[in-house]
């Protein structure tokens, strides 16, 4: 829905969360500890970020080796956001 969709890019202006999705678009996946590693998050804004983005449905985690990565949702969101960028950083095209 168009509300679940303002949710999402309002949580991706948190730099927490927008470092996580940026590091699981750059290294596929990654466990809660490789994440803390990568973004030098506080693990409390870790975390918290994390549950945030999978209750979003962002991100997943596997059960079996406890990795997370983006969900296909979460990788048309950042394509989309990445091209909104692109567009709005040529200057007058």
């Known amino acids: 829905s168009k509300d679940a969709l303002w949710r999402v890019i ?4 948190d730099d927490s969360a927008m470092l996580v999705v940026l590091a699981l678009d750059r290294n596929g996946e990654m466990t ?17 970020a994390l ?3 999978k209750a979003m449905k962002v991100i997943m985690q596997n059960r079996e080796n406890k990795k997370y990565q983006l ?6 969101i950042l394509g989309a956001l990445s091209s909104l ?7 007058n095209e």
């Not at 809660?32 to 918290?48: A, D, I, R, V």
């Not at 969900?71 to 048309?76: A, P, R, V």
């Not at 960028?85 to 200057?91: F, G, V």
């Open 32 to 48: 809660s500890q490789e994440l803390h590693s990568e973004t030098k998050l506080p693990g409390s804004n870790l975390n918290h």
């Open 85 to 91: 960028l692109e567009k709005a950083t040529r200057p």
């Open 71 to 76: 969900t296909s949702y979460g990788k048309i």
């Open 10 to 13: 309002r949580k991706l202006s």
């Open 51 to 53: 549950v945030d983005l």
